[in-house]
């Protein structure tokens, strides 16, 4: 079936998804890092960042 929509093959649709999953990671990963930074700055300024 989605062979026939998009002209590939189910290990192209394998490859395509594991692709988009490494990339969704990555981004993942570079969030965690900005979040991680802003929580350093924002204890060293004496806020809480986990404060309600």
């Known amino acids: 079936m989605w062979e026939q929509r998009h002209g590939g093959t189910a290990c192209g649709a394998i490859a395509h998804t594991q692709e988009q999953l490494q990339q969704v990671q990555q981004q993942a990963e570079a969030k965690r890092e900005r979040d991680e930074k802003l ?5 060293s300024l ?4 986990n404060a309600p």
Request: hydrophobic share 35%.
């Open 39 to 43: 929580a350093e700055r924002l204890r």
């Open 46 to 49: 004496g806020i809480d960042p």
